[in-house]
């Protein structure tokens, strides 16, 4: 079954414990991206990647790290969280080449819910 | 900087009657336009996208608009039924870049 999984799904941490986020695709996807939702703020985009060692940043990118070391996997870093990182993350991946960089269906995880106290 | 507004956060319809949302995107070099729903606990997914190319585009219950003059683009759900009930973004992308910009997102209840 083609899906993108994330983990953990449910975390809570304390200020300044560094986390990972993991994510993997079994759709041999070149571009893979995070995003976070808030509420009333949509979905905003933290890092994306279109290959492996190729990342750049979004809309939100302070506080966090990313790196894409292989096609499948693409985790999100947080070095020292904040309460303000507290939010819905989630990964997708698209089939989308750097000849149509901007269409294609973005397939999404089920999310991870992060609270940082 | 580039930005989607999406209209009514909040809609609440009878089963049976039909559903409007609608954006406006910032972004003129926009030019592909999804649209995701997403349901309690879950991740979005596409449910119908419309390139820049194109005015309208049906797929049974749901159609999308697009008028790239006013640069806004809606979507119509007829119809409805409980299972229309979820959050549903807009989200809007230029060619340019690898960046899709979403909508605050509309949650749509369908009462029976």
């Known amino acids: 079954e083609a899906q993108v999984t994330q983990n953990p799904r449910y975390l809570i941490t304390v200020t300044g414990k560094k986390l990972t986020v993991t994510c993997s695709q079994n759709m041999n996807h070149e571009y893979m991206s995070w995003y976070r939702q808030d509420p009333g703020l949509g979905l905003r985009q933290i890092y994306y990647s279109m290959n492996v060692e190729v990342t750049d940043k979004g809309d939100v990118p302070e506080g966090y790290k990313v790196s894409r070391k292989e096609k499948r996997n693409f985790p999100l870093i947080l070095e020292s969280p904040s309460p303000n990182q507290t939010s819905l993350y989630f990964c997708?991946?698209?089939?989308?080449?750097?000849?149509?960089?901007?269409?294609?269906?973005?397939?999404f995880g089920e999310g991870s819910r992060l609270t940082v106290l | 900087g580039e930005n989607v507004e999406q209209h009514p956060s909040t809609l609440s319809v009878q089963e049976g009657d039909s559903a409007v949302i609608k954006c406006t995107y910032s972004?003129?070099?926009?030019?592909?336009f999804p649209w995701y729903k997403q349901e309690l606990g879950k991740g979005p997914q596409l449910i119908i996208d419309?390139?820049?190319?194109?005015g309208e585009k049906k797929d049974q219950r749901i159609a999308v608009t697009l008028n790239k003059t006013a640069k806004h683009f809606s979507l119509h759900i007829t119809e409805t039924q409980p299972e229309d009930s979820a959050v549903y973004f807009c989200a809007a992308s230029n060619p340019k870049g690898f960046k899709t910009i979403f909508g605050a997102g509309t949650r749509l209840f369908v009462k029976a």
């Open positions: 419309i390139r820049s190319n194109v």
């Open positions: 997708a991946s698209s089939s989308r080449t750097s000849g149509s960089v901007n269409t294609g269906e973005l397939f």
């Open positions: 972004d003129s070099a926009s030019n592909y």
